[in-house]
């Protein structure tokens, strides 16, 4: 099988994942591959199953073909490329700020705000229509059954989640902790 060929493969596979089991990939690689991120809280089902098959095509991936993966996933879910930086690279960083790193948790959207909350959410946190769709329904979801937050951007400067918090707080409520 080509390179281009497992890239559509992973990309498909991602692709069908729920936003639930997107996150517990990201977990799964952020604690696999000692990255930069902290795991995010996951409540819902999750296809172990699928996510596995996953890692495992990325697993068998030449050196040139993961970084074929990594320009498509760039590409096309407009993932930052500090979603590539290992812990090492990221510590060297964290130095700067005092070593201190925070987490914005997004706690509840008012359903009246549910579209000005989806773009906002693509515009500040590069999330695809689809899934700041899913993140604005959970979120309405949460604030009506009181539920405790989603961890939606981690290990990031005070300064960085002081402004993030202070772009999502007209729509959304949002709370800043140290990581």
């Known amino acids: 099988m080509t390179n ?3 890239i559509s493969n992973i990309v498909n596979g991602i692709d069908s994942l729920s936003l639930t089991e997107k996150l517990a990939l990201k977990n ?3 604690e696999k591959y000692a990255l930069n991120h902290e795991a995010i809280s996951i409540e819902g089902d ?3 199953d699928k996510i596995n098959n996953i890692v495992s ?3 068998e991936m030449s050196i040139s073909g993961l970084k074929d993966l990594r320009s498509s996933l760039i590409e096309k879910y407009n993932i930052p490329l500090e979603m590539f930086v290992s812990t090492s690279s990221a510590a ?3 130095a700067d700020e005092g070593g201190n790193s925070f987490s914005v948790i997004l706690k509840g959207v008012d359903e009246d705000k ?3 909350a989806m773009k ?3 515009d500040k946190l590069g999330l695809q229509l689809t899934d700041a769709k899913k993140m604005v329904e959970e979120a309405i979801a949460m604030k009506k059954s009181g539920g405790s937050g989603t961890e939606i951007k981690n290990g990031i400067p005070k300064a960085d989640a002081e402004k993030l918090m202070s772009e999502l707080k007209e729509i959304s ?3 800043i902790r140290a990581s």
């Open 28 to 30: 799964l690689f952020s």
């Open 120 to 122: 906002l959410f693509r």
């Open 114 to 116: 549910k579209t000005a």
């Open 46 to 48: 999750v296809n172990l």
């Open 173 to 175: 409520d949002v709370i």
């Open 4 to 6: 281009m060929s497992k």
């Open 92 to 94: 060297a960083g964290d």
């Open 57 to 59: 095509e990325i697993e």
